[in-house]
């Protein structure tokens, strides 16, 4: 089992940055490939970003590529989400994830177990 617990999200201006994490309790993380995806009221959840337990390989959505870091400390069992030069479409809840798995990272099914979720708001 694992708990998984976000923070970081808040109310930037656009063009602002963040960064999320998401700290996790329970078997041992290193273990895990994690990802971040977001959800917005009356949307699915959409995949933002995921780094493999494997090498490290990270993954992002088109969206946020060359503006968002997925990055982990695996002895701070922590994930963090850099986000920069933020735009008002990036507003969404911001959940983690992680799963034993290490394929098809950008589908939220493959994940096991999830956080409560971070609101980020980006004013224009």
């Known amino acids: 089992q694992v708990q998984l617990v976000e923070s970081g999200g808040g109310l930037v201006q656009a063009g602002g940055s963040l960064r999320l994490s998401c700290a996790a309790s329970?078997?041992?993380?290193?273990?895990?490939?994690s990802g971040w995806f977001r959800q917005t009221p009356g949307k699915e959840r959409e995949f933002v970003a995921a780094?493999?337990?494997?090498?490290?390989?990270?993954f992002y959505a088109d969206s946020v590529k060359d503006r968002f870091t997925i990055s982990r400390d695996n002895a701070a069992n922590t994930v963090y989400l850099q986000m920069n030069n933020l735009k008002p479409e990036d507003t969404a809840v911001y959940y983690c994830?992680?799963?034993?798995?290490?394929?098809?990272?950008?589908?939220?099914?493959?994940?096991?177990?999830w956080g409560q979720g971070t609101q980020v708001t980006v004013s224009s």
């Open positions: 994830a992680a799963t034993f798995e290490d394929w098809e990272l950008h589908v939220s099914s493959t994940y096991n177990y």
């Open positions: 780094i493999s337990s494997i090498g490290g390989s990270t």
């Open positions: 329970g078997r041992t993380f290193s273990h895990y490939s």
